[in-house]
């Protein structure tokens, strides 16, 4: 009988947990790099809504300032291109006749920026590029920056005056603007494509930015 019961206690086993034992909203400690290090469901929507505006903010400077790549490339998103794209149809729907209500004006910059954006985008595809088709369209709208600033300053010239001179310093504002737009574009995407086959890359984007720049520099 003693035999027996020995057998029987040596055959039961410890308990086993399962679960997730760390506290809610408490901060990681074993993250890896890159990896958020806070519990997003349990932070204020105060402070998700600031913390993506700071990366929106963030993207528009890498754009102004194309040097570090990895963050515009790496943590894309499509609030940036969004923003400024109803920005400048907004601004450039004001030149339609007084007949009308601007509504073509507005699509059409929708038109222009998306659709080209997306064909842009299977293009550097379709040579070999090697980046995702949002990353790439993420890239183009946030380098339409320096032409929605340009599109700024060409306003504030024509509210001032519509001289000879007005339209010269208009025509250098949206310029500039077409070169950085360009030259950000370049230097993000560049970098994805064959060596061989960069300047088919670039050309569509050079015409992309050109057409949207042409659309600035004819509003009057």
């Known amino acids: 009988m003693d035999t027996k019961l020995d057998m029987f206690e040596d055959n039961i086993s410890a308990p086993h947990l399962e679960g997730d034992m760390s506290i809610p909203g408490a901060r990681k400690t074993n993250t890896q790099i890159g990896d958020p290090d806070f519990n997003t469901l349990d932070e204020p929507i105060k402070e998700t809504f600031l913390r993506d505006v700071r990366a929106v903010g963030v993207k528009f400077y890498h754009v102004l300032y194309p040097k570090e790549k990895s963050s515009l490339l790496r943590d894309w998103d499509l609030w940036g291109p969004l923003v400024l794209c109803t920005f400048m149809a907004t601004i450039l729907q004001g030149s339609a006749d007084s007949m009308y209500d601007g509504g073509p004006e507005f699509a059409q910059v929708f038109v222009i920026v998306w659709i080209g954006a997306a064909i842009v985008t299977l293009n550097s595809k379709l040579l070999g ?91 009057n």
């Open 129 to 219: 590029g090697k980046m995702s088709f949002f990353q790439s369209v993420c890239v183009l709208g946030y380098c339409l920056t320096p032409v929605a600033i340009a599109l700024i300053v060409c306003r504030v010239i024509l509210i001032a005056a519509h001289t000879k001179l007005a339209f010269f310093l208009r025509l250098l504002t949206t310029t500039l603007g077409f070169v950085w737009a360009t030259y950000a574009s370049f230097i993000f995407l560049g970098e994805s494509q064959p060596p061989k086959r960069k300047p088919l890359a670039v050309y569509p984007i050079f015409l992309f930015f050109f057409i949207v720049s042409w659309l600035v520099i004819s509003h």
